[in-house]
């Protein structure tokens, strides 16, 4: 006799109470993003797993302990993460007039200084404004004296600590050198200092029973409790298997030794 084959049952229920202890609190964030969401989520005693996003291509999501969920959207909230992006205007013509399409490079232009921005190690987040007036060729080739509107920029810079992570005029140079005809001077930068969260200790351990363990470790510890009840339940059904055999054995083994007995007795009558 087998005994009943439950360690797959047992493997497939350790998996089931994994994934009911995860929640995704993130989904189609670009690499830099999800790992700046995976310290911040750190930093705040929040354990937190970078996996693949399967929907998009080079995009990953964020997962965290089930009674995590909640405090990490709450982090996350405040770092900005996903970072709101601007989305293609609806109605646009089929075919783009020259306006749109220089306003468009323009855009495209600021979304590039904002990502060069927030690559600084200790920037949050950046904001770029630009203001590129259209110069006419025609009045240029006219009056190349004449002095005409010029073109600004403004820029927003939210960072963790009291010193900023990138001087003002390090901003300036180089926010002036991706704008044609866009000057230093012409560059207004504001810098905001975003203070460190805090996690309180009460935070930092859960209880299960008379066992604290750390809130980031909880659903692993529920999984590998899930797992030794399994194995426990299938060494018992083993064990009661292997009694059950036994005894059969012993039993058998007793009817044999008991028929020679029986034959002799009645071969002396």
Known sequence: MQPPRL???ALILALAATAACTREVAAGLEEAEANRGVVALARSGIDAEKIADGQSDGRFRLVVGRDEATSAIAVLSGEEIPRLRPTAAKD???V??????RAARVGQTAQAIERSLASVDGVMDARVHLDVPQIDPLTSALAPDAKGARATASVLVRHRGATPPIGVEEIRRLVAGAVSGLAAEGVAVVTVSVPLPT??????LAWVG???????SLPAFRALAAAALGGLFVLSAALVALAIKLRRTRDAQGDAGAE???AGRGASR
């Not at 996690?199 to 930092?204: E, F, G, I, V």
């Not at 008379?210 to 980031?216: D, L, M, N, Q, Y």
């Open 199 to 204: 996690s309180s200790a009460d935070r930092q």
């Open 210 to 216: 008379p066992i604290g363990v750390s809130r980031g």
């Open 96 to 101: 783009a007039s020259p306006e749109a399409d």
């Open 92 to 94: 646009a013509p089929f």
């Open 7 to 9: 360690p797959r049952a």
């Open 260 to 262: 020679p007995e029986r």
